[in-house]
């Protein structure tokens, strides 16, 4: 995607309901991010990428903004994930950070537990599919809307999100 934007659009909100995802901290409490339940922590073959957008955030009025695009496509599961041999949906999914030194540190931080495969999981959703999500790190995938919306502005997002990364070893 380099410093250009691509014209297909990302679907940028995974919540399946069409609800809001739960605050951060009970997601982080968790260590979900507002999908059903967790089996495995192995994260499967799939590329990120980041652009800049030329708007602020909000709650960071002078800032650019980091854009993360996640492609996970479709897949057969491997040994290391929950049915091996069996077919998972794949995952589009952008997320968004001030671009800003926090936000450039949170940015390196994401890119190191995503090259060790932390950030994503093969799940079983509520309907019994099995599909790829975030795993146990919170992702921003609204640029506005706030906390209820998965969005900004959060004031503590930047915080949680190095804490949580820290705390996997990551910093």
């Known amino acids: 995607m380099g410093s250009g934007q691509s014209s297909e659009k990302l679907h940028c909100n995974r919540y399946l309901n069409g ?7 009970q997601q982080a409490n968790e260590g979900l ?12 073959e799939g590329q ?13 009025p002078d800032n ?5 695009n996640y492609i ?11 049915h091996p041999g069996q077919p998972y949906a794949g995952l589009r999914l952008c997320a968004y950070l001030p671009d800003n030194r926090e936000g450039r540190k949170v940015l390196r931080g994401l890119d190191k537990a995503f090259n060790q495969q932390l ?3 093969v799940t079983t959703n509520i309907d019994g599919e099995d599909m790829v999500t975030t795993a146990s790190i919170p992702l921003k995938t609204q640029p ?6 998965d969005g900004y502005p959060d004031p503590d997002y930047l915080k ?12």
């Not at 650019?64 to 993360?68: G, K």
């Not at 506005?144 to 919306?149: E, R, S």
């Not at 949680?160 to 910093?171: F, M």
């Open 19 to 25: 609800q809001g995802p739960p605050p951060l901290v």
């Open 33 to 44: 991010n507002g999908m059903g339940k967790e089996l495995n922590s192995c994260q499967p």
């Open 48 to 60: 990120m990428t980041w652009v800049i957008l030329h708007r602020d955030l909000p709650g960071f």
């Open 64 to 68: 650019n903004t980091l854009q993360i």
């Open 72 to 82: 996970f496509p479709d897949g057969i599961q491997t040994e290391k994930q929950p």
């Open 119 to 121: 950030l994503f999981t």
């Open 144 to 149: 506005d809307g706030g906390n209820k919306a």
């Open 160 to 171: 949680t999100v190095r804490k949580l990364l820290k705390d996997k070893g990551i910093e």
